[in-house]
């Protein structure tokens, strides 16, 4: 059974491009979340997706956007690209239905450097 | 709005030593408790949870126990080995609003290095 995949791994861009990472939830799971790790810092919550649409938001600018496919898979689009945008983009999966007895499942991440 | 405050780091120990991360939150409401680890490289897995006041998470050896009255989480671990060296992420989060509505709170996080 296949976990939390990611891709790509490291990405390397320059102030001002856009970005997307893109996320396979664990089988089963129908929610994905995205988390920002900066580094040496703890992950802080972006949004949520469910059934297509973001569910709920962190405090992060209109520049990062989502967007889930019916097959639960995500992507995390990022435009106007800031050098303090650099960091570990985690993505997180989970059951709607079995909420109560499993927590957030983590991908190994995208390693994004912005020049 | 719901904060969590770890132990700074780094914490260097011997192998077989004793552990303990203390862990304090700040929540709204009654929120589950996670001890999550990332190990050099990768991503975070899950440690440990607990979901009510007074409950004791435990896995691998490590434990923790939900206080209410103190609003912590402290985690424990009686012999650590040089393979928990790694990141130690204490995180809360609010289950009771129904389905998987909710986000993770995440502290900063406190580095473990364990020496032969």
């Known amino acids: 059974d296949a976990g939390v995949t990611q891709s790509p791994t490291h990405l390397i861009k320059t102030r001002g491009q856009q970005v997307t990472l893109r996320c396979s939830p664990k089988s089963g799971h129908d929610t994905v979340s995205w988390y920002q790790q900066a580094l040496g810092q703890g992950p802080q919550f972006i949004f949520q997706y469910y059934e297509e649409e973001e569910r709920q938001r962190g405090n992060f600018p209109d520049r990062f956007s989502g967007h889930q496919f019916p097959n639960y898979s995500s992507e995390l689009n990022v435009n106007a690209l800031l050098l303090g945008d650099s960091a570990l983009y985690l993505c997180?999966?989970?059951?709607?239905?079995?909420?109560?007895?499993?927590?957030?499942?983590f991908g190994p991440g995208t390693r994004l450097l912005v020049l | 709005g719901d904060s969590v405050t770890q132990m700074e780091g780094p914490v260097t120990l011997s192998e077989e030593a004793f552990l303990t991360i203390n862990c304090t939150y700040t929540?709204?409401?009654?929120?589950?408790l996670f001890w999550y680890v990332q190990y050099p490289g990768e991503g975070l897995q899950l440690l440990l949870k607990a979901t009510k006041a007074d409950d004791k998470g435990s896995n691998k050896g490590f434990e923790a126990t939900y206080r209410k009255e103190t609003t912590s989480f402290h985690l424990e671990k009686g012999s650590v080995q040089v393979s928990d060296s790694a990141v130690y992420f204490c995180a809360l989060a609010d289950l009771n609003s129904g389905g998987s509505n909710y986000k993770l709170t995440f502290g900063k996080g406190t580095l473990l290095t364990v020496n032969p």
């Open positions: 929540a709204t409401g009654y929120p589950s």
């Open positions: 997180a999966s989970s059951s709607d239905v079995r909420w109560y007895q499993e927590t957030q499942y």
